[in-house]
């Protein structure tokens, strides 16, 4: 039973736009969760994280928002650049665990 | 140049033969973890390590072994490989509880 799920394969997006990729999750314990960026050939670099006690955190370009009442949380990308073009990967742990469990990747496809 | 170097980057070996893919981290961290990425399964943690000679398992531990006998390294220990060990593999190291470096990635196949 997947506990981490990222429905959306995939997402195109014009450049300049908006790009929001969501991730849903299943298990209360979770409390602490990560998106990486990977691209072809390398490996997953971190992004953004957030803790559950918040519901939104900011980095640049990249800001995540967590709705603890409905598992979920999402990543915005504002102004998406095609260098964003990436696989990108939630993921969740819970409290005091270094166990992490990954979605499945939504491959995001920013179009110049 | 802070890094995380997994070797060997490719791989290919018959069933059977053990095999052990080498992870070494330059940043001091205390965690660090295996991964394999599959189709469809996105990455799933093997096992991980808290620090020297603790360790414990992770999501898909079955068929594999791991040993942390120094900070900066944490191999990968494939006693009897099977074809369904056909995987990509990344190595993880971290400041404790916080995002991870990951390695280039091993690309590892089974015949």
């Known amino acids: 039973d997947q506990q981490v799920k990222q429905n959306s394969p995939s997402l195109s997006v014009q450049e300049g736009r908006i790009s929001i990729l969501n991730c849903d999750y299943t298990?209360?314990?979770?409390?602490?969760f990560l998106w990486y960026k990977k691209y072809p050939a390398e490996g997953p670099t971190f992004l953004i994280s957030i803790s559950s006690i918040k519901d939104k955190n900011e980095d640049g370009r990249f800001t995540v928002f967590l709705n603890k009442s409905a598992k979920h949380l999402s990543l915005h990308i504002v102004p998406s650049q095609p260098g964003d073009s990436a696989v990108y990967f939630c993921a969740a742990s819970g409290s005091g665990t270094y166990k992490y469990i990954f979605g499945t990747g939504t491959r995001l496809k920013v179009l110049a | 140049e802070a890094q995380v170097t997994q070797n060997p980057r490719y791989l290919i070996t018959v069933t059977g033969k053990k095999l052990t893919v080498t992870c070494s981290q330059n940043?001091?961290?205390?965690?660090m973890s295996w991964y394999r990425q599959d189709p469809g399964l996105g990455l799933r943690q093997i096992y991980y390590?808290?620090?020297?000679?603790?360790?414990d398992k992770g999501d898909v531990p079955e068929g594999y072994k791991v040993s942390r006998k120094e900070k900066r390294n944490f191999p990968l220990i494939l006693e009897s490989p099977s074809p369904n060990q056909t995987s990509l593999y990344f190595c993880?190291?971290?400041?404790?509880?916080?995002?991870?470096?990951f390695g280039q990635g091993t690309r590892l196949t089974v015949v």
């Open positions: 993880a190291s971290g400041p404790a509880l916080t995002e991870a470096f």
């Open positions: 298990n209360s314990m979770f409390d602490y």
């Open positions: 390590s808290m620090n020297v000679e603790v360790t």
């Open positions: 940043m001091n961290h205390e965690y």
